[in-house]
């Protein structure tokens, strides 16, 4: 009985850590501000450390950064995040949520950021309205405070879509299937 509640304690606070995911700010245009200045500096971080990422990036019909926090604890899994999606023929941006849900084997406790290039204009369009992405993943991280090391992978299932992760901090040792979905920030988009 002991073990259950504890697995149940568990299990609910890697669902209340992943609900923290939300852009600092008091009013829409500092959220935005904020969500902007993390897609910069991730860009940036993504730029330093994969040669070439710069023109796939200036190349690709869109691009979308997002931040993530993401938990797992044995078999089941959850995440959530912000991020903002720039459309290169115009600039013009749209900010998005996501929440993340998988099962597998493993343990995490990860706060990342995702750089998703699009190559093809309907599947830039499709995430924008529709917003779905699954794949499988695996991942071993340990990094605190910029040391420690991390490898990561992702399984795309459209080539016309390259994903980066970047781990800021966290530990991970998982194997799992996942499924995200990312959608309109409504607040956010209301100019």
Do not use: H
Request: aromatic share 12%; charged share 15%; proline share 2%.
């Amino acid at each position: 009985m002991k073990s259950k509640t504890i697995l149940l304690v568990l299990i609910s606070c890697l669902f209340v850590l992943a609900g923290c995911a939300r852009p600092k700010g008091e009013t829409p245009e500092q959220k935005r501000e904020f969500v902007q200045q993390m897609a910069t500096e991730t860009l940036a971080e993504l730029y330093a450390g994969v040669p070439g990422a710069r023109s796939l990036v200036e190349l690709s019909v869109g691009y979308g950064v997002f931040s993530n926090i993401n938990t797992q604890l044995m078999f089941f899994g959850t995440g959530n995040g912000y991020g903002v999606v720039t459309d290169t023929s115009d600039g013009f941006k749209t900010y998005m949520r996501m929440a993340e849900g998988g099962v597998g084997l493993g343990v995490a406790l990860l706060d990342f950021r995702e750089v998703i290039i699009f190559n093809d204009q309907s599947a830039y369009k499709n995430f924008v309205t529709e917003g779905w992405s699954f794949g499988g993943q695996g991942n071993a991280a340990a990094k605190y405070e910029g040391t420690g090391g991390s490898a990561s992978g992702e399984v795309p299932l459209d080539a016309a879509v390259v994903v980066y992760q970047i781990t800021k901090s966290g530990i991970a040792l998982r194997a799992n299937f996942s499924a995200s979905k990312y959608w309109l920030d409504s607040d956010l988009n209301s100019y």
